[in-house]
């Protein structure tokens, strides 16, 4: 018996990878929770942390693979081990605490709204169990930009519960503008 192989080759429709336009309408709840988790990355100082709750395992990994490969300052995204609450997974996106944060989180939120149903002043944003509105100005008036920022925040914080417990407060470093030019001048 002779065997025949056809000449046709397969060719399956291409293999479609990825978020497309309005994938996670109904999935994404629309805030922003920042700093609310420690980094992985590095000390909490240098990186800020958001975290998005996604209500489906497969939308969370689809959504922390977007972040990754869609922005060259995220220095890592992540997904919970495990649900949060049933079918609730966080998102997590790790980036250097600096003055653009705002702006590139701002450009974040409008690229998620060709994934969601909602547009960048519809999301909310929670800090230190706080929720206000998102936009970039609260952003930046409310979360330390700077890893001098964040220190000064924290030990201000810090000095608030040792005065509250009758403990010695202690002094915060700042940098006089004279130390920063001697700084500048040497390359330090």
């Known amino acids: 018996m002779h065997n025949k192989t056809s000449n046709k080759t397969y060719n399956p429709s291409p293999l479609l990878e990825g978020l497309q336009y309005k994938d996670l ?5 629309p805030t922003i929770h920042v700093d609310e988790f420690s980094s992985k990355m590095g000390d909490d100082q240098d990186i800020i942390v958001l975290s998005f709750f996604v209500r489906d395992k ?5 959504l922390m693979a977007w972040f990754e490969k869609g922005y060259d300052w995220v220095l890592d995204a992540d997904t919970s081990p495990g649900e949060i609450k049933p079918n609730r997974y966080l998102v997590y996106v790790e980036m250097r605490r600096r003055n653009a944060a705002p702006k590139q989180i701002g450009e974040m939120l409008e690229d998620l709204s060709t994934l969601t149903e909602f547009d960048p002043d519809e999301w909310i944003m929670t ?6 509105p998102w936009s ?11 890893p ?5 925040s924290t030990e201000s914080d810090l000095n608030e519960m040792r005065a509250a417990a009758g403990l010695p407060v202690k002094k915060i470093h700042q ?3 004279e130390l920063r030019a001697l700084q500048a001048a040497a390359g330090i």
Do not use: H, M, N, W
């Not at 970039?136 to 700077?146: N, S």
């Open 25 to 29: 309408e109904g999935i994404v709840k």
């Open 58 to 62: 497969a939308a969370a990994r689809d």
């Open 127 to 132: 800090y230190q169990g706080q929720q206000v």
């Open 136 to 146: 970039e100005e609260e952003f930046a008036q409310r979360v330390p930009l700077t």
């Open 148 to 152: 001098k920022d964040y220190t000064a």
């Open 175 to 177: 940098v006089s503008p």
